[in-house]
């Protein structure tokens, strides 16, 4: 693994320039692609999850109990 | 799942002369110009046809039209080909302007009209938003507008001074 960013970055934009060049169909497909995974992506983080959640206290229930 | 088809229809609509003119803006044609530009949406600037004396543009025929074919209406949007497509008119200076100029790009055999990559970013310099601002650097950072159109564009359009803080901001090193 390479921590030359110098070299990451410039690859990064090699890439974009590559795809930007591709012929409009295929970014086309890609969009498609893109928005499938996009809206995967929001489905499954709507979803409820197993993970336990911790609600906060209601306000001022502290007062309530005391009393 | 397919935005050709939409270009399909878009064509469709056009030529059955439910609407005078098409042309695509925002991300998707963005895309166009750049990479992809992740979009859950099309834009479709669109010059309605005059309703008799009524100065009041109305999209039903529009709707009717896609209804036709089974599209459904998702809010302001009609779900085409599973895209949601949201026809915009094209009103105010610039989006007329942006419309008219609009050029055709084949996309293998099925015509689709497109803003010119110097309208898309004039309009994203317009609207302003960070996800615009975002859009217009990755149009000036991938030299994919020429500078004197846009510049002619931006001028015409009174939007020299947001091109100056947008070049202070984001292009002075």
Sequence with gaps: MSADIEHVVKSKQAFRTKLAASPIAEKLRMLDALRERALAIR???ARATNVVREN????????EANE | MK?????????HVERDGVINRYAIGGAVAATFYLEPVSTLDV??????????????????????YFKKFGCKMEGEYIVISGWPV???????????EALANAVEVDVEGTPARVFTAEYVAAIALQTGRA?????LLQFVEAGAIKTHDFEKIVEKHGLSQQWQRFRQQFLSS
Excluded: C, H, W
């Design chain 2, 86 to 96: 949201q026809f915009l008119p094209a009103t105010g200076p610039l989006l007329e």
């Design chain 2, 131 to 135: 996800k615009d601002k975002a859009r």
């Design chain 2, 3 to 11: 935005i050709q088809d939409v270009l399909v229809m878009l064509n």
């Design chain 1, 56 to 63: 906060p206290p209601k306000y001022d229930s502290q007062r």
């Design chain 2, 43 to 64: 834009d479709v600037f669109i010059s309605f046809k005059p309703q008799g004396e009524s100065i009041i543009v109305s999209p039903a025929p529009i709707f009717d």
């Design chain 1, 43 to 45: 489905a499954s983080s």
